[in-house]
């Protein structure tokens, strides 16, 4: 019994022991490719579209807000329809005050509310100024 | 001794701890067979200033009530409908509620200028009751000083009775 142990663990030791070959060359980190501002808009667009619970909406949102830009209004219309969706209010009054934390001043952020005026009005969405004004 | 000692004080909190368990009992017999019967016990309008002090029970019948009001047509929804959904997704509670309640800063900004005021006063207190500065401290002492040591011929290499002296020798007031 113990012979026979000792005998396959000596048989099986050299396909343990053989060793992967090395990489040498590492994949250039150049070669990841830029996004455009347009592509990006794209993926988000049918990101979106096919979202189909809250937390994938609310993961998109949050992936989508965390670039180093404000996503076009293409985008947030997508996403307050995909709240819509699944019927959660907050998240799409959530969005426009996304947006006016990422917009630089604002006119950028009227800007924003005008270009989405028809969005909002045709789905009922108060912006969160407007809920707590009155 | 320490179990004496711990005694008292526990004992006096009994009757107080039994009277917060019989009034938290009591709303929970009123609220509970109200909400079994109806799921609209909890007005809307008023979830924003209720919504810490409600039972997990009642948080969730909210949620599932404001959940059915989301998926009837939004602009049918009345203006506190629509806080209430906001408020209870995302509303400063839980996560989300504010590191240092409002009036901290003022709060701060307050106690260090008192503490800054009393070091002040403190100070002040302190100087007056010192002694007035000793004698040697005057201008004409100082001269005098310099008259002695120029007498004395003190320091004649680089000093006070050196050749070209122009320092101000002893004099440090002005």
Redesign the interface.
Known sequence: MRAQLVASLLRTRPIAVRRVAPMLARPSSNAAHEETFESFTERYVTFFQQAQDLFEVQRGLNNCFAHDLVPAPSVIEAAVRAARRVNDYATAVRVFEGIKEKVENKQQYQAYLDELKPVREELGINVREELYSS | MQALRLARPRASLRPFARSIAASASGTHATASPASSASSSVIPLSNVEAQWEQLSHDEQLTVHQQL?EL??K?????S?DE??A??Y???GPHGPRAPVNPPGTTMKVLLGTLAGVAAAGAVFIAVRSFAPPPPKSISKEWEEASNERALEQKMNPISGISSEGYSGTGFVTHK
């Open positions: 959940e989301q998926k047509d939004w602009k049918t929804l203006i629509k806080k959904a906001y209870v997704a995302f």
